[in-house]
């Protein structure tokens, strides 16, 4: 037996809600036997599953890509299988409910402290505004095609620096036209 790791997105991305960044956050699903590492939001909502602690969430450094999916995919196998073994979902008289054995939860605590301490993900949201801050290229009287190559290039640049932008490139190029 297994768990599927379904997601491994440790590359930070801007948080629609609050306009900043988004954040690393490990789950695991106990029953369905799958988890992962996704880029979350800072909403102020909790979904149903994991409010009722059906499905295990945890906020973790934004880890290294490789390093957190080489440790999903062998080291945190057992540890995983074992805090699903230790899990269970009971009626509390108004929600099925899921909760860890004793043992379960230690060993979920100590999966949280692996995944805390592997690599950083190197990977960095920059504000385009920012980056362009002393070099801004010159698009006036381009042509669309032209300002998608720029676009392209600096995306390209910035991709070999490990950044990735809250903004789509080409369209704030568009917008600095004129100005």
């Given amino acids: 037996m297994k768990i599927e790791i379904a997601e491994v997105r440790t590359i930070p991305e801007s948080d629609p809600y609050t ?82 054995t ?12 692996n995944l805390s301490t592997l690599p950083e993900s190197p990977w960095q949201l920059w504000d385009l505004d920012d980056y362009l801050q002393h070099a801004m290229p010159d698009t006036e009287g381009r042509s669309d095609f032209n300002i998608q190559a720029i676009a392209n290039k600096i995306e390209s640049d910035a991709y070999a620096d490990h950044v990735v932008f809250s903004e789509d490139v080409f369209d704030y190029l568009k917008s600095q036209e004129g100005e």
């Fill in 19 to 100: 306009g900043g960044t988004t954040h690393a956050e490990f789950w695991l699903s106990p029953q369905d036997l799958h988890g992962g590492i996704a880029q979350v939001c800072r909403t102020g909502a909790t979904d149903a599953d994991v409010y009722h602690n059906r499905v295990l969430t945890a906020d973790i450094p934004n880890p290294d890509l490789d390093a957190a999916r080489d440790y999903l995919h062998k080291e945190a196998q057992e540890l995983m299988l074992d805090v699903c073994a230790g899990h269970s979902i009971d009626w509390d008289g108004h929600n099925h409910v899921g909760t860890l």
């Fill in 102 to 113: 004793e043992e379960a939860e230690l060993i979920w605590q100590i999966l949280i402290e």
